[in-house]
């Protein structure tokens, strides 16, 4: 690839931004990271001003071992799902030993992004500034979390009580002794829920489907994804090639017998049945379950139309008196701070606007949910890239394949290939939304991440599957190998081979602590 220039605007300084900077810095580009707000963190850090953020009471729904960086470990004594405020401390640490903070502009808003086609450069426009800056490269690392969306009510104008989406949803103290209705079941509504209970007078959670629901832990005590390992995935992605709807039908019925192991539900908890794996994943929540078996919160179908000024009338006919809403909804992407000849999202495929399952939401035209196709050299999205896996090991890893291609150790097609990949993703995507809600990030994760840690240089890609570098890894590291392979999925794993991105010393010791009952199981084994 054309050397194009070594200074790089990374905009947006939560998880996303963060692991960005210090990848494409790692890699010895000069990186400046931009974000409107004083602090670093984005939604991790909470604050009561209209910005995204956590509740004061989340916990996180992936493990500890799981959820972290690939070369930098929660703290071991944090409980195995940590505190919000946990997270916040742990992106500070994060940003102070990679020593981020000096090349952060904290504060700052990027308004406008714009190509300078003369140039050759990238133009961010800065609130409050009247010079612009140039930057050979930008990565666009604001997140998913853009606009809130709100469903359309017929009626809505009439009702006198308090309206808000879930973004503003800071102090339940605010809803105390109030009616209230928390539209959308999943994370989100679930937390909501629970941070409501015994401060609302009435809760209701209104949703139009079922989900699965899991623990943080199995019946066993363990962490529900200690459970998961790289041998499970690989048989699960073989059925996927031999038969998708084989898979589909296998992943549901696995994650109905885990969740079954765990609750009991009853009928008029309205939890099932659940859409299939492919269109919602599951819920993460201790406390769903447990509020709707003891009366907290009533599961009510959707708002149909607002009929007075506290009444709301449901899906099925029913009337319902309420003083509050909150739209737990979820979000669509913003890319408005881009020029319309940058925005990847002008281009929407008119069949996926049609589409049932894309709810409004747009759908960006990315080779691998990452590169924009008209500027692969020098204009990058994180966060875009969706499936079933820890966030923060994805941003890393998405992170290092970007750093790797602009650094020009790895390679991306031609762009008439570019466009006709993107294509065709976007007719699987779009075969998926015709069918029900899909999620425009989701890709098929086997395949991308064969392509990633490719791109990256993890090494990963060429010691697992069949080929002629795996035998050979099998055969010369088996208990590697087996720990690898059996062992809980650690982001580590991604640091301990020599390869195009640099590797963590401590990753194997890591990956040795993370298995330690595992390991401990073998020797007691071979003892006996």
């Given amino acids: 690839m054309e050397n194009i220039g070594e200074n790089i605007a990374v905009i947006g300084l939560g998880a996303l931004g963060l692991v960005t900077v210090k990848n494409l810095m790692e890699a010895g580009f000069h990186v400046t990271g931009f974000d409107k707000c004083d602090y670093i963190g984005g939604l ?45 401390e742990y992106l500070n640490d994060y940003a102070k030993h990679f020593n981020l903070v000096p090349c952060l502009r904290l504060g700052t808003a990027v308004v406008r992004v714009a190509r300078d ?17 140039f930057f050979d490269r930008v990565v666009i690392a604001t997140g998913v979390q853009g606009e809130p969306i709100i469903p359309t009510v017929s009626g809505l104008e009439q009702f006198r009580g308090d309206i808000s989406h879930s973004r503003a949803f800071k102090n339940p103290e605010n809803f105390r002794g109030k009616r209230v209705v928390v539209a959308g079941l999943a994370n989100t509504g679930s937390d909501t829920v629970e941070a409501l209970r015994g401060i609302a007078k009435e809760i209701f959670i209104s949703h139009n489907h079922g989900t699965i629901v899991f623990p943080r832990f199995d019946a066993s005590g363990r962490p529900y994804d200690h459970d998961l390992s790289n041998r499970k995935l690989a048989v699960a992605d073989t059925v996927r090639k031999i038969s998708p709807t084989a898979h589909e039908m296998m992943m549901n019925l696995l994650m109905k017998h885990m969740q079954n192991g765990v609750f009991t539900l009853r009928p008029e908890f309205r939890l099932s049945p659940a859409p299939s794996f492919y269109h919602a994943l599951p819920t993460i929540s201790d406390t769903i379950v447990r509020n ?16 007075g000024p506290s009444t709301l009338e449901l899906t099925d006919g029913t009337k319902l008196d309420a003083d509050s809403i909150i739209w737990c909804t979820g979000y669509r992407s913003d890319y408005s701070i881009l020029d319309p000849s940058a925005d990847p999202t002008r281009h929407t495929t008119s069949r996926w606007k049609s589409a049932r399952g894309s709810r409004g939401r747009p759908l960006a035209r990315l080779y691998q949910n990452i590169f924009s196709p008209d500027f692969p050299e020098s204009l990058a999205f994180m966060g875009v890239v969706w499936f079933p896996a820890p966030a923060f090991s994805t941003f890393d890893l998405t992170a290092m394949a970007v750093a790797q291609v602009w650094a020009g150790r790895s390679t991306l097609p031609p762009k008439t290939e570019i466009n006709r990949a993107i294509d065709e993703h976007h007719a699987w995507l779009c ?26 240089g993890t090494g990963l890609d060429t010691r697992f599957g069949w080929g002629l570098g795996a035998w050979k890894f099998w055969w010369h590291n088996q208990e590697l190998y087996r720990l690898l392979s059996d062992g809980i999925i650690s982001p580590h794993a991604y640091r301990l081979f020599e390869g195009k991105r640099k590797i963590w010393p401590g990753a194997l010791a890591e990956l040795r602590y993370v298995n330690r009952e595992k390991l401990r199981n073998v020797m007691l084994k071979n003892v006996d």
Avoid: Y
């Fill in 117 to 133: 086609m003369v140039e050759e450069k990238w133009v961010l426009e800065l609130s409050g500034e009247e010079e612009p800056l």
């Fill in 431 to 456: 075969t998926l939304a015709e069918r029900g809600s899909t999620l425009p990030g989701w890709v098929k994760s086997a395949d991308w991440l064969n392509w990633a840690h490719g791109a990256a």
């Fill in 44 to 88: 991790w850090h909470f604050t009561e001003e209209d910005h995204v953020s956590v509740l004061r009471s989340t916990v996180i729904n992936i493990s500890k071992e799981r959820m972290c960086f690939t070369d930098f470990p929660f703290p071991h004594h944090l409980p195995e799902f940590c505190t919000a405020q946990d997270v916040d």
């Fill in 292 to 307: 709707l078996d003891q009366g907290h919160v009533v599961s009510i179908p959707n708002i149909a139309a607002v009929r």
